[in-house]
């Protein structure tokens, strides 16, 4: 089983639409939870961290579910920009904190 | 605040020449991560290290890589004996703290003719 686990997509969608994309992790010692974005193969950038109780930052919204060992993404009134591969990212304290990254969902907004 | 910085953008070497590649982290950090990315392929962990410590080289090519942070001066990540298989973009990464979020550097895109 890979250490973080996504479903690499493509997820094609409407602008305007809800898109929701799930992370699994491996390793239930976990403390840190992280949605990146990458464009074009050009340097990954934080979303957002995501907390246990959950988390909102405008049109985004993060979850943490710690008994089932996986985190969700959602996004509202998807935009044209938002067009990127999504990473999910979970640091192993156990390990001496190294960020794994899952290996990314490919988000396409159509007009 | 410059963010974190890598040189050089593009290295292009031959077979069984030397890569170096730099990484300052941004002010205040004192943690860096090295990561991999392949054409077509997710980043892979290479090294974590703090000043003067490698915290982690699980990610590490047994032979021809290695990694240093220094007490002064940049990150390096330094590739023996390129291969052609060493072409990939090579991304550090600075966080305050093991707990805290990581920022990237626009990468080293390494190319081994």
């Known amino acids: 089983r890979k250490e973080v686990e996504q479903d690499p997509g493509p997820f094609n969608v409407p602008e305007g639409a809800t898109v929701a994309f799930n992370c699994t992790y491996s390793?239930?010692?976990?403390?840190?939870f992280f949605w990146y974005r990458q464009d074009c193969r050009k340097e990954p950038k934080l979303l957002m961290s995501v907390y246990s109780s959950g988390n909102e930052d405008g049109r985004f919204t993060a979850q943490l579910n710690r008994a089932s060992q996986y985190i969700s993404l959602l996004i509202r009134d998807s935009k044209l920009s938002d067009s990127a591969t999504y990473l999910c990212?979970?640091?192993?304290?156990?390990?001496?904190?190294?960020?794994?990254f899952g290996q990314g969902t490919e988000l396409s907004v159509k007009p | 605040n410059a963010g974190v910085m890598q040189n050089p953008r593009h290295l292009v070497r031959r077979r069984g020449q030397e890569a170096r590649l730099r990484c300052s982290p941004m002010k205040g950090h004192s943690h860096v991560y090295w990561y991999r990315q392949l054409p077509e392929e997710g980043l892979k962990f290479m090294v974590y290290?703090?000043?003067?410590?490698?915290?982690?080289e699980s990610g590490m090519p047994k032979e021809r890589f290695s990694a240093e942070f220094p007490k002064e001066g940049p990150s390096i990540l330094r590739i023996q004996q390129v291969v052609r298989g060493d072409s990939a973009a090579y991304f550090c990464?600075?966080?305050?703290?093991?707990?805290?979020?990581?920022?990237f550097g626009q990468g080293t895109r390494l190319t081994v003719v």
């Open positions: 390793n239930s010692a976990s403390q840190s």
């Open positions: 290290l703090q000043k003067e410590n490698i915290i982690d």
């Open positions: 990212v979970v640091t192993w304290y156990n390990q001496g904190g190294k960020l794994i």
């Open positions: 990464a600075s966080s305050h703290s093991r707990e805290s979020e990581a920022f």
